[in-house]
C-alpha cells in the first residue's frame, strides 16, 4: 500500500510547488505529482540540438515576472542572493516604436526560467509524468490514480492543474462539488497560446533588452534569448496572439509556425535554421476568482490554487500556493 502523506498536491507549476514548499516547512508530509518530464508547468525552458557545443537555449512558456506584492518581493530578494533570478530589464519596446519603461524590475531565472521550478522542488517528493485519471475519497484518506494504475495517497488534496482541467477531473471521479462552487470554478476558461522557437543563422534585429510587444496582430510578443543572457546562440521565441491561437488551435503545428515566423520577419534579421512549435491549451485565464485559493470538503478535504485565483502572472501563481498553503495549515 502507498504511504500516505498528509497533502497531495497535483499539478507541479509554480502555485504547486509553492504550496508544498510551505507545506514542508510547516512540518507536514507532502507529495507533488505532475503529468509533465519535470516540474515547472509554465516555468518553462528548453535546448535545440543539445549535441552542440552551444545549443541554443529558450524560455518558451513565462517569460518574466515583476514583484509587486511585499510577500512575493521577499521572496524574489532571497532568491536573487541565491543567484537563481536577476534583472532583465525595466522595460520593453513596442512595435509602434515606443518604449514601455515602468521603472518596474523585470526579472527572469538563472540560468533560465526553470531554475525557480528546479529551486523549489529542490527536497521536495516529486512524481514526473504522472497523469491522474481518479480521483476516491477512502475512509479518510484520498486515494489518487495515475494512467498506469498507481496509486497516491493523502489526508487532503490540492488541485493547481488549469482550472477547467480539475473539473473534469472531478467529473470523471464522480466527486460533484455544491453547485455555486462548481458554477463559480466553471466561469474560469483559459486562452490558448502557441510558442514558436526559431533558431536563427545570427543575431536579430530587436533593439536592446530584446523584447518587442505587438498590438493588433497575429504576434503577441518576440524576445531574443541572446540578448535576454540565457543562450549563447541566436535564440527567438514568439508568442502568439490568443486570438490566432484560438482561431488555429487545431491546424496543423508546421503551417502555424510558418505563419506565425513569416508575421515577423522584418524583425528576425537572419535565417530561421529550424524552430518547433508548443501549443499552451491553458495558457492565460480570462477571468480571476475572487480569492486567491478555494476550499471545501469532496467529501475530504480539497483545496484549489493556481494562477487564475489571484492574477495571470508569475506573481499570482505564487501567491495563490501561499495562499493555499495557509488554508491547509488549518487542517
Known sequence: MAETVDCLVIGGGLSGLTAASKIREGGRTVRVLDKGRAPGGRMASRRFDRSAATPAVFDYGAQYFTARDPRFRAEVQKWEALGIVKIWANGFHMTDGRHKDTGEPRYRGVPHM???????SSGLDCRSSVRIVRLEARGQTWVCTDERGEQYRGRALLLTMPVPQALI????????????????????????????????RGPSNLLSPGGLWFSDHPVSWLADNAQKGISRESAIILHASPEFSQRHFDTPPEEVGKMLIDSVEDWLGSEVLDFQVH?????????????????????????????????PRVEGAYLSGLAAAELMSGL
Open 169 to 200: 477531473l472531478l467529473d470523471d471521479s464522480h466527486l460533484a462539488l455544491d453547485p455555486p462552487l462548481h458554477a463559480a470554478l466553471g466561469k474560469l476558461q483559459f486562452s490558448p497560446v502557441f510558442s514558436v522557437l526559431l533558431r536563427l
Open 279 to 311: 501549443r499552451w491549451r491553458y495558457s492565460f485565464p480570462q477571468a480571476t476568482y475572487p480569492r486567491p485559493a478555494e476550499s471545501t470538503l469532496c467529501p475530504l478535504p480539497l483545496f484549489f490554487a493556481g494562477d487564475a485565483f489571484v492574477a
Open 114 to 120: 526553470r531554475a525557480i521550478a528546479d529551486h523549489l
